[in-house]
């Protein structure tokens, strides 16, 4: 499968889609920049373009390593947020096994008793 790699260009009126090697076309929105350079290169070409990856990356300046450093925080904080999930559950079944009530293990977590019910099933 082929990567058509795109720079796209904001302009006033949306945004200026470079495709590599091939030419410009333009798209209001980035949401729909994909389909339009599918449909370029189709009319450019007489055959599909179904079946190639489109890699849009916008031309941000400065700002893409702040948008860089946003998505790097969401992904490390799925992350982080899993890896307490496993960590309640599993402390939360050896606080049950060790003989600990629902509530008094939930007191010790500092939970609620329906909590530590989800997470001891």
């Known amino acids: 499968m082929n990567t058509i ?9 949306g945004w200026e889609l470079h495709i590599e090697g091939e030419g410009v ?8 920049a994909e389909d339009q350079v599918r449909h370029y290169l189709e009319t450019l070409h007489g055959r599909s373009f179904s079946s190639a990856s489109v890699m849009i990356t916008p031309d941000l300046g ?30 939360a079944s050896k606080l049950r096994e ?21 997470l001891t099933r």
């Open 62 to 91: 400065d700002l893409a390593r702040e948008v860089k450093s946003a998505r790097d925080a969401v992904v490390a904080a799925a992350a982080a947020q899993e890896r307490a999930a496993r960590e309640s559950r599993m402390v």
């Open 25 to 32: 076309t333009q798209s209001r929105t980035l949401e729909k």
């Open 5 to 13: 790699t795109v720079r796209a260009v904001k302009w006033a009126e």
């Open 98 to 118: 060790h003989g600990l009530s629902v509530s008094d293990a939930a007191t010790v977590m500092g939970v609620s008793r329906g909590r530590v019910s989800q």
